[in-house]
């Protein structure tokens, strides 16, 4: 019997181990369409007053045949304006209308249409950005990846 306290501590941790794991093999990192969607709609929720896409204070008069990478250029212009702090000049290349070949901005063939370029992803890790995230962002509907850490002092809201 003197081992009854190691036992029913091993126990104890065993069940809780189990527990544990249990827990975690359930929960999932990954956002579901429907939250995907969610999160698409709120970002832009400013943008439904009229009816309209982009509102006409953001819209620019730019010659792009693409209609998947004007909201990108949209988005894109929005981002830089926001960006208060370029020292290694990331960005400067981030003029006229053809985004893909932005800095650190990736075009792919669209998933539902192999024949229209879209903006993919975008890589500013590292780039010793500083400013925030504006609501365009929400306008880059085909973004599979959007890697920004590592810089200093993004800010996902308006400074």
């Known amino acids: 019997m003197a081992n009854l306290p190691f036992l029913q501590a091993f126990g104890c941790f065993l069940f809780s181990s189990l527990l544990f794991s249990s827990c975690l093999s359930t929960l999932s990192y990954a956002i579901s369409d429907s939250e995907a969607f969610f999160i698409s709609r709120r970002q832009l929720l400013h943008f439904q007053e009229k009816g309209e896409d982009v ?3 953001i819209k620019y ?3 792009i045949t693409n209609e998947r990478l004007k909201p990108a250029y949209v988005a894109l212009q ?3 304006k926001a960006i208060y702090s370029d020292p290694s000049g990331i960005t400067d290349n981030w003029v006229g209308p053809d985004v893909c070949s932005y800095n650190g901005v990736f075009c792919a063939p ?3 249409d192999p024949k229209v370029q879209v903006v993919a992803g975008i890589d500013l890790n590292n780039a010793d950005i500083a400013g925030y995230l504006p609501p365009e962002l929400g306008l880059l509907k085909d973004l599979a990846l959007f890697h920004i850490n590592s810089n200093s ?4 809201a308006r400074p």
Not at 153 to 156: D, S
């Open 55 to 57: 509102p006409a204070e």
């Open 61 to 63: 008069d730019v010659n």
């Open 78 to 80: 929005a981002w830089k």
């Open 110 to 112: 669209a998933l539902d």
């Open 153 to 156: 002092g993004a800010q996902m």
